[in-house]
């Protein structure tokens, strides 16, 4: 293996492993005890004892230069330089003591006018192919010519942060300097901390630019229509995407420029939970050689994962190359969006499968970012549990909300996008007493918003609400639109219905001062 200098950095390790090909990850990772083979050809590996990302451990360093720029608080918890460089020098201390490390240089957004050049300095090979997996991978002249990157991760996750450090709050630190172009991770062996630092990158640099930067799906249509799908986990954002009928653009993180969409990443990254052949079939053929899955439990006789076992985890995950999905478009750009579809999975029942919104509504919608989780385990918990996470992704935005919303509003605007609320969650009551919603009744609405015949449907406007329903969908029940029509008790519903009105109301109040009055108009009726 070819040598590699990273003594600008001050890191002194003469191994360096660059760029390597999966079988030779796969072989180090293997026989350097980070993971097993499964039966599918998938390499296996432990994050460790965090499972997921530690987004109270995300920092940003405070400065002149960009301060003014970032929406500061619980999500962008603000860094001094000094602490900065203390972890900085840590991760390069303790990567230092390696006698073998990894590096992957790759790209970030399809497009070259907004292309980003990503160095990842890690410690592990199957970190390596995660990020081999995630980046859009260069040709071999493109990585001859790669020259200097625009921004560098240090993961030294297997090594801890001190809590003592001024700033610090526990063992775990990510965090990032626009300034310096540099992100460092302590503390945390979970790979999605890498992709989703790339995508607070990008969710920086592309407002910047006058790009709206999205945490969503794309696909698209025989005809060249595209469609995004935002929504938060579990809402079926992944799943949606991959209609064996549509090309695949992505699964996770876009942006609209003034020429059309691009997929910031060169790979997937599913929920593999329940997966099965059967529900989600080509996420499940995705998972073969080449792709890493995370946190599975296994059996050690077969190497058979088994999808439906949480002991580990709920967040299972696996990591692949996006042209595994067999109808991804490569390159993964699209024309401007026809359709914008924001997903909720409404466990009070009350919202209707579908509505037509105004760009009032979607800008209200969109801020609020909606969805319900069912009630938990505790005695006595047996309602669902609202969660608003603006522009359904606060923990990756760095700008105020407003500032995405202005930028998708001007591009639905300028284009003529139609935008639409999708509700995958509950029908006929709220969980415990209703059925959530049948993957065959969504896809018949997708199916009928992407063939224009839900756009001119007749419609009736939700009282409590006020958005607009259509009163008929190809292949769906007339009577499964409306939803209050679906309860047995109206009055029961009227309540929940004002319930989840208020709380939308409540959520909004902390966007109110930056939000037009056309779209506070556009809240519940309380």
Same mark, same amino acid.
């Given at each position: 293996m070819a040598t590699f200098d990273l003594s600008k950095y001050g890191i002194t390790v003469?191994?360096?492993?660059?760029? %390597?090909?999966p079988p030779v990850l796969y072989e180090q990772a293997v026989l350097r005890g980070e993971g097993k083979l499964a039966s599918s050809g998938a390499l296996m590996a432990r994050s460790g004892e965090k499972t997921g990302r530690s987004p109270k451990d995300k920092r940003i360093v405070r400065d002149p230069a960009s301060e003014n720029d970032i929406w500061w608080g619980d999500v962008n918890i603000e860094l001094t330089e000094k602490t900065f460089d203390i972890n900085r020098n840590r991760a390069i201390d303790y990567i230092n003591t390696r006698d073998q490390i !990894?590096?992957?240089?790759?790209?970030?957004?399809?497009?070259? =006018? $907004?292309?980003? =050049?990503?160095?990842?300095?890690?410690?592990?090979? $199957?970190?390596?192919l995660f990020m081999h997996n995630m980046l859009i991978r260069p040709t071999a002249e493109q990585l001859a010519d790669f020259g200097e990157p625009d921004y560098v991760i240090y993961n030294g996750g297997a090594f801890p942060a001190n809590p003592l450090t001024s700033g610090m709050g526990s063992t775990t630190?990510?965090?990032?300097?626009? *300034?310096?172009?540099?992100?460092?991770?302590?503390?945390?062996? !979970?790979?999605? *901390?890498?992709?989703?630092g790339v995508f607070t990158i990008m969710n920086y640099l592309m407002p910047k630019a006058g790009v709206m930067s999205m945490h969503c799906s794309a696909n698209e249509g025989e005809g060249g229509d595209v469609s995004l799908f935002f929504g938060l986990s579990g809402t079926g954002k992944t799943t949606l995407s991959a209609d064996p009928r549509r090309a695949l653009?992505?699964?996770?993180?876009?942006?609209?420029?003034?020429?059309? &969409?691009?997929?910031?990443?060169?790979?997937? !990254? %599913?929920k593999c939970i329940d997966l099965s052949a059967e529900s989600e079939p080509e996420i499940y053929n995705a998972i073969r050689y080449g792709s890493v899955v995370e946190n599975v439990v296994y059996d050690e006789a077969t190497r058979a994962v088994d999808y439906t076992d949480s002991s580990i985890t709920e967040n299972t995950r696996c990591s692949y190359p996006v042209e595994y999905i067999p109808n991804a478009k490569i390159p993964c750009v699209g024309s401007h969006p026809?359709? &914008?579809?924001?997903?909720?999975?409404?466990?009070?029942?009350?919202? #209707?499968?579908?509505?037509? @919104?105004?760009?009032?509504?979607?800008?209200?919608?969109?801020?609020?970012? !909606?969805?319900? =989780?069912?009630?938990?385990?505790?005695?006595?918990?047996?309602?669902p549990q609202a969660t608003f996470s603006a522009c359904f992704g606060a923990a990756f935005m760095v700008w105020h909300p407003a500032k995405y919303a202005e930028l998708l509003a001007a591009q639905i605007a300028k284009n003529g996008s139609q935008a639409w609320l999708v509700n995958t969650g509950w029908s006929g009551g709220a969980y415990g007493t209703g059925k959530r919603m049948s993957l065959k009744i969504t896809r018949a609405i997708l199916?009928?918003?992407?063939?224009?015949?839900?756009?001119?449907? #007749?419609?009736?406007?939700?009282?409590?609400?006020? @958005?607009? &329903? #259509?009163?008929?969908?190809?292949?769906? #029940?007339? *009577?499964?639109?409306?939803?209050?029509?679906?309860?047995?008790?109206?009055a029961a519903y009227d309540e929940k219905a004002k319930h989840l009105a208020s709380l939308f109301v409540k959520n909004f109040e902390k966007y109110a001062d930056k939000a037009s009055d056309a779209i506070r108009a556009a809240a519940p009726r309380v």
């Open positions: 003469t191994n360096i492993v660059r760029n %390597a090909a !990894y590096v992957v240089d790759g790209f970030a957004g399809w497009d070259p =006018k $907004y292309q980003k =050049k990503i160095r990842i300095i890690c410690l592990n090979a $199957y970190h390596a630190s990510v965090c990032l300097s626009f *300034e310096r172009g540099e992100f460092v991770i302590l503390g945390t062996g !979970y790979a999605g *901390e890498m992709k989703k653009i992505g699964d996770d993180e876009h942006c609209w420029t003034d020429d059309g &969409v691009f997929n910031v990443e060169g790979g997937c !990254y %599913a026809k359709n &914008v579809i924001l997903l909720t999975c409404d466990a009070f029942g009350v919202l #209707p499968p579908v509505s037509k @919104l105004t760009p009032e509504q979607a800008m209200f919608h969109f801020i609020s970012g !909606y969805t319900a =989780k069912v009630a938990g385990t505790e005695m006595g918990v047996t309602e199916d009928a918003i992407h063939d224009g015949s839900l756009k001119d449907a #007749p419609t009736v406007e939700d009282e409590t609400f006020g @958005l607009i &329903v #259509p009163t008929t969908c190809n292949n769906v #029940p007339d *009577e499964v639109l409306i939803a209050k029509n679906t309860w047995a008790d109206k």
